[in-house]
């Protein structure tokens, strides 16, 4: 991969595209004096990529103040500590998936449907996230300094310790991979446990979102919480 695409969602708000998912990038501050948030770090060994996509935006990698991810999936994980490392962030995630992004317990298996094994088999080209470190184990109902205030939301399924993170001052929800937007807002995919997973989307429905960026497709900013809602009360485990 050359390049990785960056695209302006908000004015606090970029979407960092990797093909096979995607993070995205919260700033507080003005350019300058800005503190900088990933939501997610894209694969193993694109961290020059994801600080060159950052520049691009007139931003500085040496601002990036923590990394949260959503849950410990390889596609999320992979250049979280090499990017924290090298410009000094911290980095955070879920009690319950913490043990797997540090390596010291095996990815939980998907219970996949038959029409969801070639979509597996089309991100086999990841390359496996190492073992990274988690500096801060985070909890349901844990608010965080950016964002004008970070809501945790615990919404296992996808994985044991999937959360999303709701910043209820600017209307913006990350849903990680509970919910995907290919082509319009759905069910996600490759849950370990469907039914908990659902019920996690029908709790980030009630939040009521205006902006919402999934793990996989475009961000959604028009008629947002209604098309959440619809979908999560049409979705099925």
Known sequence: MASIELTRITPRLHLLDYSVGQAYLWQDGE?????????DAGWAG???????????AGLDPDRLRRIVLTHC????????????????AEILAHGLDAPVIRGEAPVPEPHLLDWEVPLLEHGVGVPEAP??????????GE??????????????????????????RHGVLFAGDTVA????????????DRALALDSMRLFAKLGPSVLCCGHGAPVASDTAARLSAAAA????
Request: aromatic share 4%; no cysteine.
């Open 73 to 88: 999936h390889r596609d999320h994980v992979g250049s979280a500590q090499e990017l924290a490392d090298r410009h000094g």
């Open 31 to 39: 350019p300058g004096r800005e503190e900088l948030t990933l939501i």
């Open 131 to 140: 073992p990274t470190r988690v500096d801060r184990e985070v909890e349901d």
């Open 181 to 192: 937007s290919v082509p319009d807002v759905m069910f996600g995919v490759f849950h370990v």
């Open 46 to 56: 694109l961290a020059d990529e994801t600080a060159a996509a950052i520049r691009s």
């Open 234 to 237: 049409t979705a099925t485990a």
């Open 143 to 168: 608010v965080l300094d950016f964002g004008g205030g970070a809501v945790v939301v615990h919404g296992p399924g996808h994985t044991p310790g999937s959360i999303a993170v709701h910043l209820p």
